[in-house]
């Protein structure tokens, strides 16, 4: 599975949007960008995931660049609760694929303050 | 979304007894589920995969007598760690594999403290 970049901390205003990168350039064709955040002292929460046209769902949306090297997950108007960790993960999505699992890197600290 | 429910929450065991956690698909059969461990201030690392009906497949490092996995039933994984010593102080969170392509849903985690 190709590796991320994600920066190690980021801040963000009560209300605003959170804009998240992720970098993916070894990213092969059939790999997915999956996200998912981790509350404190809690298992991780599926956000979204997408190939290579942008997605939306009542939780975020993400955008993915046109060579799919990198990616943005945006968090429209973040609240106190969506402080957590967030998690960017590239990964062949099909049934003969290791069983599906998933391995984490080791993610954004996203800080959402007042 | 799927539920993933996780049993118990936490425990505190002394060294050299060994425990068993819990992971359940509640509403949805799961014939894939995965044990992840994490340490204070660092990511999650999976340990190994659950599949029912066979044996778990472990990563790389990780002892398979020393965790044992057993995955009898569609809806239930467990994870027993067993002669437990205070390295093994971690929290411990199960995964299940479910609708397409390939969501996780996660159980709320158990803190494992060994005294």
């Known amino acids: 599975d190709a590796k991320t970049t994600q920066p190690t901390s980021m801040d963000c205003a009560e209300g605003r949007a959170a804009n998240l990168p992720c970098n993916h350039s070894t990213i092969s064709g059939n790999e997915y960008v999956y996200w998912y955040r981790q509350i404190h002292s809690q298992g991780p929460q599926y956000i979204i995931h997408g190939l290579k046209n942008n997605e939306t769902n009542e939780m975020a949306s993400l955008i993915i660049t046109e060579d799919r090297k990198s990616s943005t997950l945006i968090l429209p108007h973040a609240t106190l609760r969506d402080t957590a960790v967030y998690y960017c993960?590239?990964?062949?999505?099909?049934?003969?694929?290791?069983?599906?699992?998933?391995?984490f890197g080791q993610g954004t600290e996203l800080s959402v303050k007042p | 979304g799927a539920v993933v429910s996780q049993h118990p929450s936490w425990v505190i065991c002394k060294s050299g007894t060994s425990v068993k956690i819990e992971c359940r698909s509640l509403d949805f059969q799961a014939t894939t589920m995965f044990w992840y461990r994490q340490f204070p201030k660092q990511s999650l690392m999976l340990m190994a995969t659950s599949n029912e009906g066979s044996k778990a497949t472990y990563e790389q490092g990780v002892e398979k007598d020393k965790f044992l996995i057993n995955h009898a039933s569609l809806t239930l994984s467990t994870l027993t760690v067993t002669s437990a010593h205070p390295e093994d102080s971690s929290f411990y969170i199960c995964?299940?594999?479910?609708?397409?392509?390939?969501?996780?849903?996660f159980g709320s985690g158990t803190q494992l403290s060994v005294l």
């Open positions: 993960i590239v990964r062949v999505a099909n049934i003969y694929n290791q069983g599906g699992k998933l391995i």
């Open positions: 995964s299940a594999k479910f609708g397409g392509p390939e969501k996780l849903f």
